[in-house]
């Protein structure tokens, strides 16, 4: 059975400040991971994917996550925050590449961010 | 751009009503996903369908039913609503095993069960 672990639902930071999401992943077999992106009453967007190779990902809007097999850890990460990087975020594990089969899509609590002035 | 759209945004229903969800994508997708979100449990998955007329349970399963009569179309049903169904309800579609094909979700249907 695969789970996600998201630590701190809430994290706020300064405009300008480095962005830090922590999520941890339980996985019997290789992980695909995922961190997905939800603005207020919007759906989610995928943010970047973790699948096979270099295990720093880059995804949109200039966040990036590594993927570190050694400490079960898939961090989400921004140098600088802006403003509209405010909303939830969402990390998510699924034993299967694009994660939309059998294998299906098992997220984490989510966090949140906030962005201040 | 793909689209996936559910009929209602906000849906308010009483105790012991039925309930239909309606979720329609537009790109031919084979999968596609009926997730619930609260606060502090993040999604969890309530049905999958694989296929027209193929169903799969997801985590937490009871008390819905789900309906695939066509492609596009994947619906959510709550045969006798209760209050503890008071959720987000989000769907979602994507292509089988493929490494470039996220995930793709609609904007989610509130609904309020009193």
């Known amino acids: 059975a695969q789970s996600v672990t998201q630590l701190g639902s809430h994290v706020s930071v300064s405009e300008g400040a480095l962005v830090l999401l922590r999520c941890n992943y339980s996985?019997?077999?290789?992980?695909?991971l995922f961190w997905y992106v939800q603005y207020p009453n919007q759906g989610l967007q995928l943010l970047l994917k973790?699948?096979?190779?270099?295990?720093l990902v880059k995804g949109i809007n200039g966040f990036e996550a590594e993927f570190k097999k050694s400490e079960t850890s898939f961090h989400l990460t921004k140098p600088s925050a802006h403003m509209s990087d405010a909303a939830e975020y969402f990390c998510?594990?699924?034993?299967?590449?694009?994660?939309?089969?059998?294998?299906?899509?098992?997220f984490g609590q989510g966090t949140i961010l906030t962005v201040h002035p | 751009d793909v689209k996936v759209t559910q009929s209602s945004r906000y849906l308010v229903k009483r105790t012991g009503e039925k309930v239909f969800l309606e979720c329609v994508q537009d790109?031919?997708?084979?999968?596609m996903f009926w997730y619930r979100q609260d606060p502090g449990l993040g999604l969890r998955l309530i049905y999958f369908?694989?296929?027209?007329?193929?169903?799969e349970k997801g985590d937490i399963p009871e008390g819905y039913s789900v309906s695939r009569e066509k492609k596009e179309r994947f619906s959510l049903i709550l045969e006798s609503a209760s209050t503890n169904q008071t959720s987000m309800y989000l769907c979602?579609?994507?292509?089988?095993?493929?490494?470039?094909?996220?995930?793709?979700f609609g904007n989610g249907t509130r609904l309020t069960v009193t």
């Open positions: 979602a579609s994507g292509l089988p095993t493929s490494i470039n094909s996220p995930l793709h």
């Open positions: 996985s019997s077999v290789p992980p695909y």
């Open positions: 973790y699948t096979t190779g270099a295990t």
């Open positions: 998510a594990v699924s034993d299967l590449p694009g994660g939309t089969s059998y294998g299906k899509l098992t």
């Open positions: 790109m031919d997708h084979e999968n």
């Open positions: 369908s694989y296929d027209v007329k193929m169903k």
